[in-house]
């Protein structure tokens, strides 16, 4: 068959598999062995496919997710956002908004010892929105800005979802960690003025905190120490090139046990199980994902498809920063339907050629492509984060928490933005890394 007409019959068949309520593993999985029937013949696939999962899943960089899922995990158990949140407060909370700004802070520091947006947005939501209630917040703005805030932890090391990018893509693992930094304080502070400027509309009735003098605000801070510790192991170590990112996310989830064993309840021993049920299941769904994108990424690969766009693009005398602006945009209605981890396998088999061939950095580009991915988690219909706080907030109908989280989508697209515009925001850090 020719291979333009078997591109065409696969990539239509993703979506006929998906909206048939296939897994997206799945859909992807199926797609690329029907395209790989059409151009070649089964007896080739499963020849293919023998030592398929095993070449694809058994390196060792991909030890860095699970750690990292599991050190996130420990964190949660050991009631590191609670303290955060107790800090940001009495930085923050005296100010109009001061207590949703405060849940961004706490999704912050929380981001910097988890790699995952839900596990974020859950353990920042639960504390943070029953004082936001009580203090008589608008309830969209109080539920967007915790979904919102969700989105720091696949963006602030250490992140799953950057680790994700750099397996697919193959780039370096501690340069897409360390390049997320910048980028994530940078959302973090329009989060906060966007909140600012939000509240003066709408806090009219809302019940301020009284101001915190300095030495009880230097008081709180000291209560946050282990997320200086677990930041200055995986970040500080990754940068200064004593440890690489596997390394690094070993003796983080080490540390973040440690923590919570220091705790000496009586529950520890249910958390850490707890902890260790988390980290399978998601570590599964995130490694059958990365099956099901390399089965089809090889249908890609051998029919020449992403090769040949890259050419036309290269050849159409299109504006190169054009063409990654469109691309970029693709993500706004895919991130309507699709989680972060599936929009990542099914477009950047295609994209990323595009971007090299036109000589762009492939550090930025994955920065942008986590960027537009929060996006998606917070747009309806399928805004993961969203979900998450309404199962949480049980008060806030749903439609209200997409109602806030689109200030925040206006905020995201400040950031992108910011980020096209300057990509040395995003690749001076990673440009002056020390070692491996």
Request: with cysteine.
């Amino acid at each position: 068959m020719d291979p333009i007409i078997a591109a065409s019959v696969a990539v239509a068949l993703i979506f006929v598999l998906l909206a048939l309520g296939t897994p997206v593993f799945a859909a992807l999985a199926l797609s690329g062995a029907a395209g790989i029937v059409m151009v070649e013949n089964l007896a080739f696939l499963l020849n293919r496919l023998k030592s398929f999962s095993y070449s694809t899943t058994a390196t060792s960089t991909l030890t860095v997710i699970p750690l990292f899922i599991l050190m996130g995990a420990f964190a949660h158990h050991a009631q590191i956002g609670r303290r955060l949140f107790e800090v940001a407060n009495k930085w923050v909370g005296h100010m109009p908004g001061g207590l949703a700004m405060a849940g961004i802070l706490t999704s912050a520091g929380f981001a910097a010892t988890s790699g995952s947006s839900v596990a974020t947005a859950a353990t920042v939501g639960s504390v943070a929105l029953p004082e936001m209630r009580r203090a008589g917040y608008d309830p969209a703005l109080a539920a967007g800005s915790v979904a919102a805030g969700g989105v720091l932890g696949v963006l602030i090391p250490p992140s799953v979802l950057l680790i994700f990018y750099a397996a697919l893509t193959e780039v370096s693992a501690g340069k897409m960690l360390v390049a997320g930094f910048v980028p994530g304080i940078l959302t973090t502070i329009i989060f906060m003025l966007g909140i600012r400027l939000i509240a003066g509309r709408t806090m009219q009735r809302a019940v301020l905190a009284p101001r915190s003098g300095w030495a009880e605000r230097l008081s709180a801070t000291t209560r946050a120490w282990q997320v200086v510790v677990l930041f200055m192991v995986v970040l500080g170590g990754i940068y200064l090139g004593l440890v690489t990112p596997t390394e690094a996310a070993a003796v983080g989830a080490v540390a973040a046990l440690l923590m919570l064993l220091a705790e000496l309840r009586l529950g520890v021993l249910p958390a850490i199980v707890e902890s260790f049920r988390s980290t399978i299941t998601t570590t599964v769904m995130i490694l059958f994902t990365m099956l099901g994108a390399g089965i089809f990424s090889y249908f890609l690969t051998l029919v020449q498809l992403p090769q040949q766009i890259a050419g036309a693009i290269g050849e159409s005398g299109i504006p190169p920063h054009a063409v990654v602006a469109l691309l970029l945009l693709a993500y706004i209605p895919l991130g309507m339907f699709l989680d972060a981890f599936s929009m990542m396998v099914i477009t950047l088999p295609i994209m990323f050629p595009t971007v090299q061939h036109l000589g762009f950095d492939p550090i930025w580009f994955g920065i942008l492509c986590v960027k537009m991915c929060e996006i998606g988690l917070m747009t309806p219909p399928v805004g993961l984060n969203c979900f998450v706080i309404a199962g949480i907030d049980r008060q806030t109908p749903l439609t209200q928490v997409f109602r806030g989280a689109m200030w925040f989508v206006l905020m995201e697209m400040v950031t992108v933005t910011l980020l096209f515009a300057f990509p040395q925001i995003t690749t001076f850090l990673p440009d002056m890394m020390l070692g491996r």
